[in-house]
Structures are given as structure tokens and as C-alpha cells.
């Protein structure tokens, strides 16, 4: 197969360019559409299988060919390319994940909640009259500071940490949160309800990535 024949190919069609790599064409719409595949045999139940490589407009055939080697080379060390691939990718869900802040997470999360105006109490779940969040500041000034720092969510941090208010040997966790305790107590109360939907939410994206 040449780069050529990559272009010219017209649906339907089914190219062979050797070693397990075709390239597929299909109709799409109005137009057509170009796309590499790798056939190849799972180790662990000797089923075909056919792994997508990419759309030949963004994948060159050059790297496509190196894409169908480096899996080659996975099944004659015993290892599914397409489960190797699925684990490559939750993992970088869980790393990204792992790096987020409370205050991106917990922004996040107000403003999925915000809907085209303000957040209510019902849409934050119950907060207390006069405490607002917002996506520009998680609390009245007096206590949005204590966030700013961006302490990060650990995903084996327990989530009962929250609710260590005060006290030497507070997680990092609960620690920007103990200025607020004895002077702005409400506020705290729905600064901390927010980082807990949002360690939620982290835990849930976690639960899909990793199929748990």
C-alpha cells in the first residue's frame, strides 16, 4: 500500500497492507471516511479482534504501520493491545483526576449545578440562607482565601477527613477550612457540603475508569 493508494481508496472498500493492518472505507454522510484497523487474535481466548487506529486523515500511513508493530510486538509478549490501551487510558483518567484541586473540582461541580443563573439552595443541596457559591468564589470573601491555596483531593483520603473541623493533625483536606469554623460557621458548613459533592464527583469519574 502506498500513501497514493491511502487517498484514493473509495468506499467501500477493505485494504490489506500486511501484518494485520488494514485500511477501511465507508460511506459517512455526504462523504466518505478513511480509517485504520489492526486484526489480530486475543491471547486469552484466541478470538479475532480488530483495534482502530485511528482516521486516515489524521494518521499517516507511516504511523499507522508503527502503531500495527508496537502491537505486534504486545501479542508476542502475551498482552492484549486492546486491554492494554483501555488500562493506559484510566490510568491517565485516575492521574488526571488525582491532580485536580478542591477548588477546581468544587467549581466545577457549582457550575454544573448553576443552570443559566444563580445557584439555589436546592440546586446546592440544601445550603444555608445567605451563603452563596459561585463559580468565580466558593465562599463570601472572608473564607474563599482559605481556599485559594488549592490544596489537593487525595482518592485514598477517607472522605470522613471533612469533617475534621479543627485540631492539630487535620488532613491537608479539612485544614483551609478551620479559619472559617469559629467565625463564619454557615459559611464553612456550605464550603465543605460543595468539597464533598465534588470528591464525589472525582470518585465517581475514578469508578468508571478503572470499571470498578
Given amino acids: 500500500m502506498t500513501a497514493a493508494a491511502v487517498k484514493a481508496a473509495a468506499a467501500p472498500a477493505m485494504l490489506h497492507d ?5 485500511l477501511k472505507a ?10 485504520w484497523l489492526f486484526r489480530y487474535t486475543a491471547p ?21 504501520r ?3 508493530e508496537k502491537a505486534r510486538q504486545q501479542l508476542e509478549a502475551g498482552i492484549d493491545p486492546i486491554d492494554k490501551r483501555k488500562l493506559e487510558r484510566a490510568a491517565a483518567a485516575v492521574e488526571a483526576d488525582h491532580a485536580r484541586t478542591f477548588k477546581q473540582a468544587a467549581l466545577e461541580y457549582v457550575e454544573t449545578k448553576r443552570g443559566n443563573g444563580r445557584p439555589t439552595r436546592e ?9 452563596r457559591l459561585s463559580p468565580h468564589r466558593l465562599a463570601p470573601r472572608g473564607c474563599a482565601r482559605h481556599l485559594s491555596g ?16 479543627a485540631g492539630n493533625g487535620a488532613p491537608r ?10 467565625t463564619r460557621a454557615l459559611t464553612a458548613i456550605a464550603v465543605r457540603r460543595t468539597i464533598r ?4 464527583e472525582l470518585s465517581t469519574s475514578w469508578a468508571k475508569a478503572t470499571g470498578r
Avoid at 465507508?26 to 480509517?35: F, H, I, K, L, P
Avoid at 440546586?123 to 451563603?131: K, T
Wanted: aromatic residues 6%; glycine residues 12%.
Fill in 173 to 182: 483536606e479539612a485544614a483551609p477550612l478551620r479559619p472559617c469554623w469559629s
Fill in 66 to 68: 508503527a502503531a500495527a
Fill in 44 to 64: 486469552a481466548t484466541s478470538k479475532r479482534r480488530w483495534m482502530g487506529l485511528g482516521s486516515a486523515e489524521a494518521v499517516s500511513l507511516k504511523d499507522a
Fill in 150 to 165: 488549592g490544596n489537593r483531593l487525595h482518592q485514598d483520603s477517607p472522605e470522613t477527613d471533612l469533617d475534621n473541623q
Fill in 26 to 35: 465507508e460511506a459517512a454522510g455526504d462523504g466518505e471516511q478513511r480509517s
Fill in 197 to 200: 459533592l465534588a470528591w464525589c
Fill in 18 to 22: 500486511g501484518g494485520g493492518l488494514y
Fill in 123 to 131: 440546586a446546592l443541596v440544601g445550603d444555608p440562607p445567605g451563603v
